[in-house]
């Protein structure tokens, strides 16, 4: 069966500080994968995807993720954080079927 | 220019109550999912549509119904709503593109539901 795994529950960071957040997904075919954002309150919004090509994809807000094929792995990664970051992160996959799922979700706080 | 636009926005229900979720896109998707989102569980989908007219379950169907009468529609009903199912639910849809199946989802606000 298809699913998706973030092993971090919650991460703290301090402002300017480098970030990676972890997903691993399993799927038999080639997997489109997503990262998404929610702000408190809000839906979710596209940060980045990837289907094929490179495997280093680069989305909004200077978000970028790396797709390691080997280790079933879309690691979402920032350089240097900001305060407005702080938010809920969702990995997902979607199946040749084309249900989207998620993964439970990393909760990042950023420390001024 | 709505995008997706739940209705309503919060719902106190008492046990054994019934209820629908009204989701409207206005971007001409195809594809159009019910989620239902707690703590710790992230996004769970519920039920999910391929086109008008046709539905199908996803991973916590149980409880649910679904229908999609019109394309821009994508209604979620409780016929008799539990405790367990309080929860915030979201709406999502996509494009279909045969020319890029990685179309990504657009959400809505969400309705947060509690059931008492």
């Known amino acids: 069966a298809q699913s998706v795994t973030q092993p971090d529950i919650h991460i703290t960071v301090s402002e300017g500080a480098s970030l990676e957040l972890r997903c691993n997904y399993s799927?038999?075919?080639?997997?489109?994968l997503f990262w998404y954002v929610q702000s408190p309150g809000q839906g979710l919004q596209l940060l980045l995807k990837y289907f094929s090509g490179d495997t280093l994809v680069q989305g909004i807000k200077g978000f970028e993720a790396e797709f390691k094929r080997s280790q079933s792995s879309f690691n979402l990664r920032k350089p240097s954080v900001h305060w407005s970051d702080a938010a809920e992160y969702f990995c997902?996959?979607?199946?040749?079927?084309?249900?989207?799922?998620f993964g439970p979700g990393t909760s990042l706080s950023v420390i001024p | 220019n709505a995008g997706v636009t739940q209705t309503p926005k919060f719902r106190v229900l008492k046990t054994g109550q019934s209820m629908t979720l009204l989701c409207a896109q206005d971007?001409?998707?195809?594809?159009m999912y019910w989620y239902r989102q707690d703590p710790g569980m992230g996004l769970r989908l519920i039920h999910y549509s391929v086109g008008e007219g046709t539905t199908a379950k996803g991973e916590v169907p149980d409880g649910y119904n679904v229908s999609r009468l019109k394309k821009q529609n994508f209604l979620l009903g409780l016929e008799s709503a539990a405790p367990s199912q309080t929860s915030v639910y979201f709406c999502?849809?996509?494009?279909?593109?045969?020319?890029?199946?990685?179309?990504?989802?657009?959400f809505g606000q969400g309705t947060r539901l509690t059931v008492v």
């Open positions: 997902a996959v979607k199946t040749s079927y084309d249900k989207v799922i």
């Open positions: 799927y038999g075919a080639t997997p489109y």
């Open positions: 999502a849809s996509r494009k279909l593109l045969i020319r890029d199946r990685n179309t990504e989802a657009f």
């Open positions: 971007m001409n998707h195809e594809y």
